[in-house]
């Protein structure tokens, strides 16, 4: 319910024939297996993080390694202008599987390649708005590593993103808005740096070791670092949106394959362009059913 008005939100929509898949779900830039379990919504700042409509294509790519090619919605997302379509979101990513020469890492390598479209706010000499275009284009690594062994306890979960005009695709950023590009002075289309990314472990309490020895289900927790970094031009305002850091612990507890309930303590840090900051703090509890 998390729609307009508490309605319903559509979240997955999309068909697949044989490698061939087509519709809305989760985007191939994003990594979903490296994700440190959370209770905050609104998610990690600095993960890659975006559901979107696509075609993609993922041929046969070895034992060990899955391939996924994709068109995705070229949309541009940019602060104080009027964003428009470009014609290409081109992504690719590479996905090593917990098998083979490294064992029982996974990890993965993901590329997107775009076209950013907006119109400038000057008018032109003939009196029409001048549609302005950039390339944006960016890599991103991340992985899942089992700590203890066996892989069934403890886990190190990462990533990190850097490019240029791909803030649509990072949380924090797409949630703020304006991401992707701003107009220089000159009237010309610039996109935006930026880097981002998480490290997290996540641990398994041993709950036979405790009072809770006679509780059925898991108990365990994450403990994420996070941030985003965005390398403004000299001419944006002072109150740009330049860095954030994110840290968060938290304690799920799954007394049943269903249930789920968790309680996490939040801390951020937002930095803008001038220098100027603020800090907040936030816990939370929460159950879920899952069906």
Same mark, same amino acid.
């Given at each position: 319910?998390q ?20 519709? !809305? ?12 379990e /959370? ?9 890659v ?19 996924k ?23 690719a ?5 917990p ?9 993965r390598?993901g ?18 708005l001048?549609?302005k ?21 403890d ?8 490019? /240029?005009?791909?803030?649509r ?15 220089? %002075?000159?009237?010309?289309? !610039?996109?935006? %740096?930026?880097?981002s990314?998480?490290?997290?472990y996540?641990h398994?309490?041993?709950?036979k070791r405790w ?6 289900g ?18 944006? /305002?002072g ?22 309930g ?10 803008? !362009?001038?220098?100027? !900051? ?7 509890f929460?159950m879920?059913?899952?069906?």
């Amino acid at each position: 319910f998390q729609g307009d008005n508490e309605s319903f939100r559509l979240r997955h929509a999309f068909g697949q024939f044989r490698s061939i898949l087509a519709g !809305k779900t989760w985007s191939t830039f994003m990594d979903i297996d490296s994700q440190p379990e /959370e209770v905050d919504v609104e998610g990690i700042n600095g993960q890659v993080l975006r559901r979107q409509s696509q075609i993609r294509w993922f041929p046969e790519f070895g034992e060990n390694y899955n391939l996924k090619l994709a068109l995705e919605d070229p949309a541009t997302d940019i602060y104080n202008a009027q964003a428009q379509r470009g014609a290409f979101d081109l992504v690719a990513s590479l996905n090593k599987m917990p098998l083979g020469p490294l064992g029982r890492w996974n990890y993965r390598v993901g590329v997107v390649l775009r076209e950013l479209r907006a119109i400038n706010s000057e008018i032109g000499s003939d009196g029409a708005l001048p549609v302005k275009s950039t390339t944006g284009w960016g890599i991103t690594t991340g992985g899942r590593q089992p700590v203890t062994h066996g892989g069934e306890d403890d886990f190190i979960l990462w990533q990190l993103t850097y490019g /240029e005009g791909i803030g649509r695709y990072i949380n924090d950023l797409s949630s703020v808005g304006g991401g992707d590009a701003v107009f220089d %002075p000159e009237g010309k289309l !610039k996109a935006l %740096p930026v880097f981002s990314g998480y490290v997290s472990y996540m641990h398994r309490w041993p709950m036979k070791r405790w009072f809770l020895k006679t509780w059925p289900g898991v108990l365990r927790s994450s403990f994420t670092l996070s941030w985003v970094d965005i390398n403004n031009y000299d001419f944006q /305002e002072g109150s740009a949106y330049d860095r954030t850091v994110r840290a968060s612990m938290n304690l799920m507890y799954n007394p049943t394959q269903h249930i789920q309930g968790g309680l996490e303590f939040l801390w951020g840090e937002r930095k803008n !362009k001038d220098g100027s !900051k603020g800090t907040a703090t936030q816990l939370q509890f929460a159950m879920r059913y899952i069906f």
